[in-house]
């Protein structure tokens, strides 16, 4: 958990918790098929169980009828059956909720991806504004030291002023001053 939150916050494994009970829902209908061969049709007028054993049938609690999944479809069509009357995976969820359900898990990881782009974003932004310990270390370093070059600059070119004062090789401020005067 991040520290200086609100309290409001979900916990972090809730998100994968809510995808991982769907999944548990849906296995037990993955896990007992019936033979490929088998038409959806011959459950028709039986238990929506018996139908959903397969998992290309579709079951339709308005006609209590047990149709082939359109698979060139994403969803079933109305003229086939009402999605609130139809059932796939589990016969206790309508194809409404399911859809509903998926929705709201896929917008609920596709939104915890953003956030966690955009906070390790932030992050880095944050770590490479403020320099470390040892950048702080080696800025201050390089200041001191150009603050002595400078000291020794002007140290060595005083030196040099009364070396050339001492023997009459001083320049004047302004070379032209002497043409000036004449």
């Known amino acids: 958990m991040a520290s200086g939150g609100a309290s409001s916050q979900t916990p972090r494994?809730?998100?994968?918790?809510?995808?991982?009970?769907?999944?548990?829902?849906?296995?037990?209908?993955?896990?007992v098929q019936q033979p490929l061969g088998a038409a959806c049709s011959e459950n028709s007028n039986k238990?929506?169980?018996?139908?959903?054993?397969?998992v290309s049938c579709l079951w339709c609690?308005?006609?209590?009828?047990?149709?082939?999944?359109p698979v060139?479809?994403?969803?079933?069509?109305?003229s086939l059956c009402k999605l609130s009357s139809a059932r796939w995976g589990v016969c206790w969820v309508n194809f409404e909720a399911l859809i509903i359900a998926m929705s709201v898990v896929g917008g609920s990881?596709?939104?915890?991806?953003?956030?966690?782009?955009?906070?390790?974003c932030c992050y880095r932004k944050k770590k490479s504004r403020k320099p470390d310990k040892s950048e702080e270390k080696a800025i201050r370093e390089r200041e001191e030291r150009r603050i002595r070059q400078e000291e020794r600059r002007a140290e060595m070119k005083?030196?040099?002023?009364?070396?050339?004062?001492?023997?009459?090789?001083?320049?004047?401020?302004?070379?032209y001053a002497r043409f000036e005067n004449n």
């Open 72 to 78: 060139s479809k994403i969803l079933p069509p109305g």
């Open 13 to 31: 494994w809730v998100l994968p918790l809510g995808g991982f009970s769907l999944l548990l829902m849906l296995l037990p209908v993955a896990a």
């Open 158 to 175: 005083s030196r040099h002023d009364e070396i050339r004062k001492k023997y009459g090789l001083f320049k004047e401020e302004n070379p």
């Open 47 to 54: 238990t929506c169980e018996e139908c959903l054993k397969n």
């Open 109 to 120: 990881i596709i939104l915890g991806l953003a956030i966690c782009c955009c906070c390790c």
């Open 61 to 69: 609690i308005t006609n209590k009828a047990c149709l082939d999944y």
